[in-house]
């Protein structure tokens, strides 16, 4: 079929084979997380993909553009993209995007955001009132400051001062009914919502690439995060997830639960002897590493780490 626009022929090639809609029709995937936010996925790139292939399609074809041989079985488009991914050609993996609307604090907002290979939509406190939504745990998720981790929380908080952090969330969130006075009295949106705390909720449109997305999930789903951008980072894994199946997969078995070992470790391991570092930090890693690979007889004792730390 062609059409013609200002004048210049637009060819509509037909389908050689019959295509599906990746989201099956639906404009909305949706996860609630925590109290009020969420992460809906709205839409896709491939939205349509080769009935019996998946979204991972697209990888793929655009990798082999080079010598145009089109996409394969679907077994060598696995090959393919295990190999992509293991050797860390990224480009066509940016080939495939996905767009989502998200709702959550803004702290966590404020988190997300440094991931600056996304478009961003934001809801706007100048033009927009502010909803009356904070993110308040319930007792159980108030943790304590994680004495070996500066930036974390681990474990779970007695109740008596859990209790006593909920109620000092209380006491913010009481701000959003002054928030609301000064409106009604004229103050401007832009300067009235200064004094809302971080647990108050945004929400934007957030459109990545899976090569991008990767990135961010490899980092937010990673333990050290924060537990609540876990909880989105995870959400989002579990939306993209039935799309693209083998780039995920590909993605836990190399990236996600794979192992990187450094040229002081390869060392230790090829010689039997102690890693041959003088900080801390690097051997704890390089326990943790042993520990996981089963390779005890490169764990030093307790006595041997204290000789250790004394020589420091
Ligand atoms: O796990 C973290 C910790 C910090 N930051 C960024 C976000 C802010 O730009 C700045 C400080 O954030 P907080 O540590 O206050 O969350 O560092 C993250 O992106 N992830």
Redo the contacts with the bound molecule.
């Keep these: 079929m062609e059409a013609i626009t200002d004048g210049i022929t637009v060819i509509e090639t037909p389908n050689e084979t019959e295509y599906y809609d990746v989201m099956k029709g639906s404009h909305r995937w949706e996860v609630k997380v925590h109290d009020h936010g969420n992460v809906a996925l709205v839409d896709t790139m491939p939205r349509l993909a080769p009935v019996g292939q998946t979204a991972d399609f697209a990888i793929c074809q655009a990798a082999r553009v080079s010598y145009g041989a089109g996409t394969k079985k679907v077994t060598e488009d696995t090959g393919l993209i295990r190999y992509l991914y293991r050797h860390q050609h990224t480009s066509p993996f940016e080939m495939i995007e996905f767009k989502f609307h998200c709702v959550m604090p803004i ?1 966590i907002a ?2 997300w955001i ?1 991931h600056r290979t996304a478009n961003v939509n934001e809801y706007s406190a100048r033009y927009s009132v502010m909803p009356d939504k904070f993110y308040h745990p319930s007792v159980e998720d108030v943790r304590k400051q994680s004495t070996s981790n500066r ?1 974390g929380g681990e474990d779970q908080m007695d109740t008596k001062t859990a209790q006593e952090f909920l109620d000092y969330l209380d006491q913010a969130e009481e701000c959003y009914k002054t928030y609301n006075n000064l409106l009604d009295k004229g103050v401007s949106r832009e300067l009235a919502r200064i004094g809302l705390p971080v647990s108050v909720y945004t929400e934007w449109y957030w459109k990545i690439d899976l090569h991008n997305l990767f990135h961010f999930l490899r980092l937010r789903m990673d333990s050290h ?2 537990k609540e951008i876990r909880d989105y980072a995870n959400a989002i894994f579990a939306l993209i997830r039935p799309i693209v199946p083998v780039a995920c997969e590909a993605f836990m078995d190399y990236a996600f639960e794979s192992v990187k070992l450094t040229r002081l470790e390869i060392e230790a391991i090829r010689t039997g002897k102690p890693i041959q570092s003088t900080n801390k930090r690097e051997t704890e890693e390089w326990i943790q590493k042993a520990t996981l690979l089963n390779l005890t007889d490169h764990i030093p004792s307790k006595d041997q780490q204290q000789q250790e730390e004394k020589k420091q």
């Design positions: 702290f404020r988190q440094r930036q995060s924060q």
